[in-house]
């Protein structure tokens, strides 16, 4: 059914119109890419006595959830950050968990996610994740190549100045090759050179949790995106609160350096 519904720029039909959820949506004024910064999976877990991994576990259901709405809403992008390169600096047994709730991930909802037409890739350094998971990503991405669906991007072992420092590099590698000279390198051929090349610009980075700061996530992707930040912990964020996310972005004046834009 997902299939059927999803549809670029398409009118939302009957069926979907009827989802109370949806009653605030401004069809109009939905952003294209929203970034997610799924934070407060630890604070989350604290808060009701149990170990910090019980946060994480809780957080992939609530992602299900979003990348659900995502769909609904047609939305073109959506990136989702999983583990940074900086979260190797958390215990062992907490890393080790993340591992394999990400393969789990990956096997238990891959038929679904590719039935709904999404099309995954992963951003980051894919080479420095165990190499069995390493494996399954790229076994994901190739079975959902082809999918016409929302963009989902998952950032795993993912760092925005590492990122750059990766695209610098290819693209000094191919002047050095003579293939490109420097002065050839404007902001699309940078563009086309990140992990997510092909997306279109973030318009929306939504953090929950209550931090407000970018840990290094989508660092030239966000040059122009809005920012949302919530209390509300990962685990506890709902379709509704999403909506609500969508709500204030709608109501955005984005001027993009010129003047009031209504
Ligand atoms: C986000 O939740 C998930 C990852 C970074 C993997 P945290 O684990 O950062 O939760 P808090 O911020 O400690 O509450
Ligand atoms: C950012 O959250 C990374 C992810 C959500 C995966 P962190 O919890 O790692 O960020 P800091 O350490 O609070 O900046
Ligand atoms: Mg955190």
Known sequence: MWKKIFG????????????????RINWERLPRHVAIIMDGNGRWAQGRGLVRTAGHKAGVKTLKNVLKTAIDLRLEALTVYAFSTENWKRPRPEVDFLMKLFSDYLI????????????IRFIGRKDG????????MTAAEELMKDNTGIRFNVAANYGGQDE?????????????????SAADIDEKLMEASLDTAGDPPVDLVIRTSGDQRLSNFLLWQSAYAEFYFTDTNWPDF????FVDAMVEFAGRDRRFGGLKNT
């Open 8 to 23: 670029g720029k398409a009118q939302p039909n009957e069926e979907e119109l009827a989802n109370p959820l949806f009653d």
């Open 129 to 136: 994740m165990p190499e069995s998971l390493q494996r399954q």
């Open 238 to 241: 709902t379709p509704a609160c």
């Open 108 to 119: 238990k909802e891959l038929e679904e996610m590719n039935d709904y037409n999404v099309r």
């Open 164 to 180: 750059l420092l990766r695209a610098a590099r290819s693209l000094a590698q191919r002047v050095a090759a003579g293939e490109l």
